[in-house]
């Protein structure tokens, strides 16, 4: 019986190559598609848009933080993806009574190309996992692709509003932030805190990135943030390309390209 570590230390036990997956974790179904396992794949999640035709078509067994395990036991998995943040800890213990789980625990580059790779082995699709691994390493390679820094002035991400929450230095998006060239001002804090307009009035900050997911922030927000802080240049961002560590990592690099260019041309 074959046995699989996954990324929180866990043991999973498998018979066989799984061939009944569902995937709790929107980038890694992306990676399941770009695997090519259309056909072995049963159920997602409802935040499971990419591709979009397994977004309609595939069973949806609920949200990342709300499952609904009557779908669950009726799909009969021989696998379940999950992830140690995107998922709730009690609701993976409850699958993992009847079903294999296999869960990721990605905080960096370097854990999402493990990631990958790990699933091409429990899936029986090594040589494509290799693949696409290089292929978001060129991208991150690619001349012109490679992000400096661009001067003094800290970056703020805001994932919700209401509280307004940003990012710490242990998450994935404060990676991303690295790699795209933006210091991360609150890189001295942990996970996602709370913050106030006070602190992030008193960061004097160069950029505030207002985040297209979980919160999906509008036009209308800049304009309600930019009398407030003048100095601070404001822009709506792609959560995707920021929180996706699965094959979606590939277009990361040409769109911190762009939004590099956006900031330094102060458009």
Same mark, same amino acid.
């Given at each position: 019986?074959?046995?699989?570590?996954?990324?929180?230390?866990?043991? #999973?036990?498998?018979?066989?190559?799984?061939?009944?997956?569902?995937?709790?974790?929107?980038?890694?179904?992306?990676? @399941?598609?770009?695997?090519?396992?259309? /056909?072995?794949?049963?159920?997602?999640?409802? =935040?499971? #848009?990419?591709?979009?035709?397994? =977004?309609?078509?595939?069973?949806? #067994?609920?949200?990342?933080?709300?499952?609904?395990?009557?779908?669950?036991?009726?799909?009969?998995?021989?696998?379940?993806?999950?992830?140690?943040?995107?998922?709730?800890?009690? $609701?993976?213990?409850?699958?993992?009574?009847? +079903?294999?789980?296999?869960?990721?625990?990605?905080?960096? @580059?370097?854990?999402?190309?493990?990631?990958?790779?790990?699933?091409?082995?429990?899936?029986?699709?090594?040589?494509?996992?290799?693949?696409?691994?290089?292929?978001?390493?060129?991208?991150?390679?690619?001349?012109?692709?490679?992000?400096?820094?661009? !001067?003094?002035?800290?970056?703020? +991400?805001?994932?919700?509003?209401?509280? +307004?929450?940003?990012? !710490?230095?242990?998450?994935?998006?404060?990676?991303?932030?690295?790699?795209?060239?933006?210091?991360?001002?609150?890189?001295? $804090?942990?996970?996602?805190?709370?913050?106030?307009?006070? /602190?992030?009035?008193?960061?004097?900050?160069?950029?505030?990135?207002?985040?297209?997911?979980?919160?999906?922030?509008?036009?209308?927000?800049?304009?309600?943030? $930019?009398?407030? @802080?003048?100095?601070?240049?404001? #822009?709506?961002?792609?959560?995707?390309? =920021?929180?996706?560590?699965?094959?979606?990592?590939?277009?990361?690099?040409?769109? =911190?390209?762009?939004?590099?260019?956006?900031?330094?041309?102060?458009?």
């Amino acid at each position: 019986m074959p046995a699989f570590t996954d990324q929180t230390g866990r043991t #999973v036990l498998l018979k066989t190559t799984p061939q009944r997956i569902i995937s709790l974790v929107p980038s890694q179904t992306e990676l @399941l598609y770009d695997l090519g396992l259309d /056909e072995s794949v049963v159920g997602i999640t409802k =935040f499971c #848009v990419h591709p979009p035709e397994w =977004f309609y078509t595939k069973t949806r #067994v609920g949200g990342t933080k709300k499952l609904h395990m009557d779908i669950i036991h009726q799909l009969q998995p021989d696998l379940i993806i999950a992830n140690k943040e995107e998922n709730v800890k009690e $609701q993976i213990e409850e699958c993992a009574k009847n +079903y294999p789980v296999w869960v990721s625990d990605v905080n960096n @580059l370097a854990d999402a190309y493990e990631m990958i790779e790990q699933i091409g082995l429990i899936t029986d699709k090594a040589k494509e996992s290799k693949e696409i691994i290089i292929s978001i390493k060129k991208e991150f390679s690619r001349p012109g692709n490679i992000h400096s820094p661009l !001067g003094a002035g800290g970056t703020c +991400y805001l994932i919700w509003n209401v509280p +307004y929450m940003t990012v !710490g230095s242990d998450t994935f998006i404060h990676s991303m932030l690295e790699a795209a060239g933006f210091e991360n001002a609150f890189k001295n $804090q942990k996970r996602y805190p709370e913050i106030t307009l006070e /602190e992030l009035k008193t960061k004097n900050l160069k950029t505030l990135f207002l985040s297209s997911e979980p919160y999906p922030f509008k036009q209308k927000h800049i304009d309600e943030l $930019q009398p407030l @802080l003048p100095h601070t240049k404001i #822009v709506l961002v792609n959560g995707e390309m =920021f929180s996706w560590y699965g094959s979606h990592l590939q277009y990361a690099p040409g769109y =911190f390209k762009e939004l590099q260019k956006t900031i330094s041309n102060g458009q």
